[in-house]
């Protein structure tokens, strides 16, 4: 009898620390809330150090100074956090980085100051802090310039053959580079999502979770506004080039966009989240039934009506070149990544401005009529 009660003693204390042992790694291992974007993952280990994935699927640790990397995960390659040296390639990552603060951080950027509306970013060049690096818009980054800067860290994208082309260049020389895939989401939120991202190289975590979780409630608020109304609008959104027509598909980011704001986009058919190139009389065709153009470029390549008509005279009686109502973006249109708040109040004003009186569009403009 002894025996039998010794064994289930000895048994009954196997299990407890078994238990003990599955309770701790649940204690010391949790994962960020990743809701919409698909590009990352954040998991927190033991010691405040985090576990994290990037957009080509890298694998870091990001370690504060001072703390030990736990047992078994020595070999994963270490960033010490918070950031406070970092080259930006994109200026998508600024405006991300603006909520929370930590723009003082970046002392390259791949973005000419005369292109910038980022005002923290206009200071750093400056004051100097900020040197350009090259890259401009699609081409090659200066290597030699960055490694100059010493970053503790280089955000860049890739998706495009020559931008892998830049990063594989860029880890050769043994920089740190870190993938920030940021525009494929096909989601605004998801866009957004990726401040999540950036803000665990700053311990910015909570900082970003609280920006996300305020700008989904803003859009959540505009969304029941617009509910009470029983108004459709359908809504053309395309640019042209030569002749030729561009549009969003419908599982895209701007179809979602229009939609969040209470519109019917004409190309919702239209399979993917890629965009299509369309003949102008497709355009002409589906545009018909649209109240509202949103002609998706900025000045100084659209400044009117008149130049819209004059390249493309088969547009000329379309409804919305007769009403006037055709917008377009303004100059710093994607440098407000951090705001997709403000762009769907921009949208649900546009298709319903009787629901939002005495509001002023933010980030798009009509377009003049000459």
């Known amino acids: 009898m002894k025996k039998i009660i010794f064994s289930l003693l000895i048994l009954s204390l196997v299990i407890g620390i078994v238990g003990c042992k599955n309770d701790a790694k649940e204690q010391t291992s949790a994962k960020t809330n990743v809701e919409y974007a698909s590009g990352f993952t954040i998991e927190s280990l033991n010691n405040g150090i985090k576990k994290i994935t990037d957009g080509e699927n890298q694998t870091f640790l990001l370690v504060s100074e001072g703390n030990k990397v736990p047992a078994g995960y020595e070999n994963i390659p270490q960033i010490g956090v918070p950031v406070k040296r970092a080259v930006i390639l994109s200026v998508t990552f600024g405006a991300l980085m603006r909520p929370l603060g930590v723009l003082d951080s970046v002392v ?176 002409y065709a589906r545009g018909k039934m649209a109240n509202v153009f949103i002609y998706a470029s900025t000045p100084p390549y659209i400044n009117s009506i008149k130049e819209i008509v004059d390249g493309n005279p088969i547009l000329v009686d379309l409804p919305t070149m007769v009403s006037g109502e055709i917008y377009c973006f303004q100059p710093w249109y994607f440098q407000i990544s951090d705001k997709p708040d403000e762009l769907v109040q921009d949208l649900a004003y546009i298709f319903r401005p009787g629901l939002f009186p005495g509001y002023k569009l933010k980030h798009f403009m009509l377009l003049p009529k000459q």
């Open 108 to 283: 390259g950027s791949g973005t000419l100051p005369d292109s910038l509306y980022i005002e923290e970013m206009k200071q750093g060049y400056d004051s100097s802090r900020i040197k350009y690096v090259g890259g401009g818009t699609m081409g090659a980054p200066d290597f030699e310039a960055i490694q100059l800067l010493k970053p503790d860290i280089v955000f860049c994208s890739t998706g495009y053959p020559d931008w892998l082309e830049y990063y594989n260049k860029m880890k050769s020389v043994g920089l740190n580079v870190v993938v920030c895939n940021d525009y494929l989401e096909v989601d605004p939120l998801a866009r957004l999502e990726w401040i999540k991202f950036i803000a665990a190289f700053y311990e910015k975590d909570q900082e970003g979770e609280n920006y996300f979780n305020g700008v989904v409630g803003k859009i959540t608020d505009i969304h029941q506004k617009i509910m009470v109304s029983s108004y459709l609008p359908t809504v053309l959104w395309a640019s042209i080039f030569m002749g030729t027509c561009y549009v969003s598909n419908g599982d895209s980011y701007v179809a979602k966009m229009i939609d969040m704001a209470g519109g019917y986009y004409v190309f919702n058919d239209l399979p993917g989240s890629d965009t299509s190139s369309i003949s102008l009389e497709e355009l």
